[in-house]
């Protein structure tokens, strides 16, 4: 791709207001950049966290990496190998395939961001988990397994 010396004008802003949160009973979500938005390269968004909120289970994928950078209070981050106490400022990548989990298992609420590589569609994952919370549903190991395979959510 070729700018001739003079570049572009593609630069995408986003007010803060335009990214309503997803919100669930533990966990509010914001879609700062998903990959729509950021022609694939990568999906940033904000995870905030009520006291005891939990956490997914450990995991990986196949297809993209994910880096959590802590924001505010303490997540408990899981390497695949170790468990760690994280406070605002540390931060965990995690590369294709990489085993992973967090959580806040505190008292006090917690916030991080989390980057997609390449961008995937995460937020259709979160936003499916949020209805069926909504919804009161309990789903089938078979509907579990179904979901996550759509999502490329690989449970350990």
Known sequence: MSYAGTGETSAVLRQAIEVLPLVRQTTSVRFIAPGSLTRGEFGLFR??????????????????????????????????????????????????GGVHAFQNDTDADASMLILFSPGAPRERYFQELAEIEEAGRRLSPAEWAELYARHDQIMI
């Open 47 to 96: 995870w905030d966290m009520k006291p005891r909120a939990g956490g997914p289970a450990a995991h990986f994928h196949r297809a993209f990496s994910e880096s959590f950078y802590i924001l505010s209070g303490t997540v408990r981050l899981y390497d695949g190998a170790h468990w760690a106490e994280a406070a605002a400022g540390d931060f965990l990548y995690v590369p294709e």
